[in-house]
């Protein structure tokens, strides 16, 4: 059954209201704020204003949300995956299905948002960072939606193991800019997106792809994203009757995280669960989990947890997910987290992989990389507990941009090795 | 007001001439070729910058970046960058020097002890690219305490709200960023950068001194008609970049400090406004 039939008016589904705001200058306690370049002060001063102005404009919510109907494909279904909830004997495990949006991740939630502020502010060019690709395609497909400009900044390294998102991105007219600087992976891409920002931002909007950044980013891109909390939590009160014990989601900077978690947060018997990629492993010291294994620092706009060397010097990370691979985290999660709101997991590259695979022959969905960092911990955490009981997982995306990365690793690329 | 970074300021204007900045990274190529490369500088400029390495210098061009990237490749520590404004104070008593980078590197060390061991290797102001006056309460205490000064910047997108609060927040001088974009880039136009100096020196009692895309002599002597100080940085750097195996890269850097200062000094006080 698709989820919006049960709905006789789809946008009834969602509060509007904006609920744990940060302050006025963007900190979530002693997260967040605004350490940004004097030049960029203005124009992010610009965004806000644009922002609360638009989101207290009905006319704007209903383009926003008739696009995210009818474009998008929203609402995404969340579907109970009977089979996977079985083979571990614990929770049953529903799973928001945000793999089925168009373009094939959540992030086009937020690119939807950011593209119509882009052009109420009279905004001809956008640029983004993207790390998979996921972000880049959501932008690149709204640039061509809008008719705009659009430049995507992606590490080469990146580049590599995304390729087809790559071509994707070129398909829609978007030009992809090589970044070569530092380890050439996500956190450098939105050094050359701020960089090239600083220098063109009368003309160009920066739609920022996670829940970080400088003031008002990471509350932007959460309210974006909360469509999918908000949807999950209609959806498995119609199912099931109740609210889900834990709600579980992968981070890298935390979009899809909020997206999913924070419409819970008010829930108290709702476990929050963020899954960090934890590479070859947290011991290893290659993996990518920022507030697990960090410590709180600026970088990129924002106070956060990050990982660092003792001096300060922003260290490369390592995730098989190139959505993940990011050293720093949203502000507000680094909060919640310093809250007790939230609680960590992590899983490892072999885990994620496994995870794929299990998903794919036990329900018949590919997952994206990134979910299934979600799933992996998800579904242990599923096994600790009793058969009545509910996991939430967010699929964030779909996994065909990573079936070059997977095939190597199971060694059916002979070619390769 | 840090006393030595007014007085230089004053000794400038006696002078009849705009003040010459010039930027280095610290430990740019290694430690020991930095050190001479800062005395160099240093004996033909009125205000030294100290880049302090960072990982991820998001307001800078490729010159600088590339050069943070050879600094921490040579295994450049923060202590080794107080060390070496150490030794350019121990030579140089009445010269201006600035600390300037990144937050996370002097957030990471704490801000008091940051402010300690900079006062204390003789520095007189900090310059943090993102810490913004909103963000100052983060290491404004911290800084008055050791008597350093807290250089802020405006940029063509400032306002007249955002001029008033570097004004208050901030104390040695104003920087103003030339263009809209990062350093290295081209010089923005003269006159708009004239216009917008003369607008902020109405507002602020404070030297406003203009960086960011100053290349040749020419261009410096430009800006130090209206200017109360010129700043020079990935020019400088590039000696540095642009230097083949057998160049010899302290004459070279003493070959353009030197017309740097020349340009700027024969700027007379009667061309200045």
């Known amino acids: 059954m698709n989820a919006s039939c049960q709905y006789t008016d789809f946008a009834s589904m969602y509060d509007l209201e904006i609920k744990h705001a940060p302050d006025a200058g963007g900190h979530f306690g002693r997260f967040g704020g605004r ?84 052009r109420r502010m009279g905004k001809k060019r956008v640029i983004a960072e993207t790390g998979a690709g996921q972000h880049g395609v959501a932008t690149a497909t709204v640039a061509a939606m809008f008719g705009m400009a659009c430049d995507i900044y992606m590490g080469r390294e990146d580049m590599a193991r ?33 960089r090239n920002w600083v220098a063109t931002c009368e003309n160009t909007f920066y739609i920022f792809g996670t829940a970080a950044g400088p003031h008002p980013y990471p ?63 947290l011991s290893t010291g ?37 959505g993940l691979d990011y050293p720093g985290v949203g502000p507000e999660l680094a909060f919640m987290l310093e809250e007790g709101r939230l609680q960590l997991d992590a899983a490892t590259d072999d885990e994620a992989l496994e995870a794929l695979q299990l998903l794919t022959r036990s329900e018949g969905i590919i ?36 079936m070059n990365t997977v095939f190597k690793h199971l060694g059916w690329l002979e070619n390769e090795s | 007001m840090n006393i030595r970074l007014s007085k230089v300021f004053e000794r400038c204007k006696q002078e009849g001439h705009a003040a010459l900045i010039g930027y280095l990274t610290a430990g740019d190529p290694d430690i020991a070729t ?76 704490g801000f008091e002890t940051f402010a300690e061991k900079a006062q204390d290797a003789g520095a007189d102001a900090v310059l943090i690219v993102d810490i913004p006056p909103e963000e100052g309460h983060i290491c404004d205490a911290a800084l008055k305490k050791h008597d350093l000064d807290r250089i802020l910047l405006l940029s063509p997108t400032s306002t007249d709200e955002r001029i008033r609060l570097a004004s208050e927040n901030g104390s040695g001088f104003i920087y103003y960023v030339s263009l809209t974009g990062i350093t290295g880039a081209d010089m923005g136009d003269i006159d708009l950068i004239r216009n917008k100096v003369a607008h902020i020196q109405s507002m602020s009692d404070m030297p406003v001194c203009v960086g960011f895309g100053i290349k040749t002599p020419d261009q410096a002597a430009q800006v130090a008609q209206f200017a109360d100080g010129v700043v020079v ?23 353009s400090a030197g017309n740097m200062r020349k340009a700027v000094s024969s700027v007379s006080a009667g061309a200045r406004a």
């Open chain 1, 35 to 118: 350490f940004a370049a004097e030049t960029l002060m203005q124009p992010l001063k610009e965004i806000e204003e644009a922002f609360f102005e638009a989101w207290n404009d009905d006319s704007f919510h209903a383009e926003r949300l008739q696009l995210l109907e009818n474009y998008v494909g929203r609402a995404t279904p969340l579907y109970h995956a009977e089979r996977l909830s079985k083979a571990f004997g614990g929770a049953q495990i529903y799973l928001k299905r945000e793999d089925l949006t168009h373009t094939g991740a959540h992030k086009i939630n937020n690119t939807i948002g950011q593209g119509l502020l882009a």
């Open chain 2, 34 to 109: 930095s050190g001479e490369l800062l005395q160099a500088l240093a004996d033909q400029t009125d205000i030294l910058e100290i880049g302090m390495p960072f990982s991820d210098p998001m307001a800078d061009g490729p010159v600088i970046q590339a050069a943070s990237e050879r600094a921490l490749e040579a295994g450049v520590h923060i202590d080794d960058v107080f060390a070496l404004t150490r030794s350019v104070r121990e030579t140089h008593p009445d010269l201006g020097i600035v600390l300037m980078g990144y937050a996370n590197v002097p957030y990471a060390m």
């Open chain 2, 233 to 255: 940085g990935s020019h400088f750097v590039s000696r540095i970049s642009e230097a083949g195996c057998n160049d010899d890269i302290l004459a070279s850097l003493l070959n």
């Open chain 1, 219 to 281: 509350l932007l891109v959460r309210q974006f994203h909360t469509v999918i909390g908000q949807e999950a939590r209609a959806q498995i009160l119609k199912q099931a009757g109740r609210l889900p014990d834990v709600a579980v989601a992968c981070v890298g900077g935390g979009s899809n995280a909020m997206g999913l978690l924070h419409p819970f947060r008010d829930d108290a018997s709702v476990r929050l669960v963020a899954v960090e990629a934890a590479g070859y492993g």
């Open chain 1, 286 to 322: 290659k993996h990518a989990a920022s507030l697990a294994a960090g410590k709180a620092g600026i970088l990129h706009g924002n106070l956060t947890f990050l990982l660092e060397d003792e001096e300060g010097q922003v260290m490369g990370t390592h995730s098989i997910s190139a």
């Open chain 1, 367 to 402: 997952p994206a990389l990134e979910s299934s960092h979600a799933l992996a911990a998800g579904t242990r955490i599923a096994k600790t507990m009793d058969t009545d009981q509910i996991v939430l997982i967010n699929l964030s995306g779909r996994g065909d941009k990573d």
């Open chain 1, 162 to 194: 995304q390729m087809p998102n790559v071509l994707r991105m070129r398909l829609l007219g978007a030009n992809v800019i090589p970044v070569d600087s530092g380890t050439a992976t996500l956190k450098d891409a939105v050094n050359e997106a701020l």
